[in-house]
């Protein structure tokens, strides 16, 4: 019964390189949502997901992609990392009635 | 356009004592209205929602929100604090303009510290 999980939970990259974190939910919840936080900026949705193959932009896609192949998958995916891509992630699942359920979070470091 | 605010950056309070969370919203229609908390390191967890019915809403270990729809306020309460209360604590809204995915707009979140 593990709900949802992210892995890594930790991540240290150098600018460039491409990082995946991934994001697994057991509920099969059609609804899924990258957001990001950093301090001074609260919650930012990156982007989100209404059922397998549909994807849209959040607040903050630029320098990120995603893809749903699978109801319970929902990798992100930073092409070139950057500096300014240095923050905590957070993956979240939603069952259809506006409640989303959040993962543990990977905090990840961009030297 | 839609939003919710949280006025107050932090809140302290001490143990034993009553706590209120302040959360004021803007929506056009029936909201959809959220608490989530979140402990150190750890991810958001769902505390309660309004949907309709009842104003007084209650939720998990002991918080209880009360819907005020001619104030625009969604204040989280509970009646005797505990210092395992300490946390951060965000208000939330549904986004029904951007289209039906279930987004939500969340506040910047209210540090609460809970004193012995």
Same mark, same amino acid.
């Given at each position: ?111 | ?20 969370? /302040?959360?004021?919203?803007? !929506? +056009?229609?029936?909201?959809?209205? %959220?608490?989530? *908390?979140?402990?150190?390191?750890? $991810? ?33 309460? /509970?009646?005797?604090?505990? !210092? +395992?209360?300490?946390?951060?604590? %965000?208000?939330? *809204?549904?986004?029904?303009?951007? $289209? ?17």
């Amino acid at each position: 019964d593990a709900g949802i999980t992210q892995s890594p939970r930790y991540k240290i990259t150098e600018t460039g390189r491409q990082v995946t974190l991934m994001c697994h939910q057991t509920w099969s919840h059609s609804y899924m949502f990258w957001y990001r936080q950093d301090l001074g900026h609260g919650l930012r949705l990156i982007y989100y997901s209404a059922a397998a193959d549909i994807t849209d932009k959040g607040e903050v896609p630029d320098g990120y992609v995603v893809s749903r192949s699978k109801t319970e998958n929902f990798p992100l995916t930073l092409e070139s990392a950057t500096r300014s891509q240095t923050s905590v992630y957070f993956c979240a699942s939603d069952p259809g009635d506006g409640t989303q359920y959040f993962g543990p979070g990977t905090r990840l470091l961009v030297l | 356009a839609q939003s919710v605010a949280q006025p107050e950056d932090q809140v302290n309070v001490a143990e034993g004592n009553p706590l209120t969370v /302040k959360c004021t919203y803007s !929506v +056009s229609g029936n909201p959809y209205l %959220f608490w989530y *908390v979140q402990y150190p390191n750890r $991810g958001l967890q769902f505390l309660l929602k309004y949907i309709t019915g009842d104003n007084l809403v209650k939720g998990s270990y002991g918080f209880e929100a009360e819907f005020n729809k001619s104030q625009t306020s969604f204040h989280l309460k /509970k009646p005797s604090a505990l !210092v +395992s209360d300490s946390a951060l604590y %965000f208000c939330a *809204v549904r986004d029904f303009v951007s $289209g039906g995915y279930n987004k939500l707009i969340f506040g910047a979140g209210t540090r609460l510290a809970v004193h012995p």
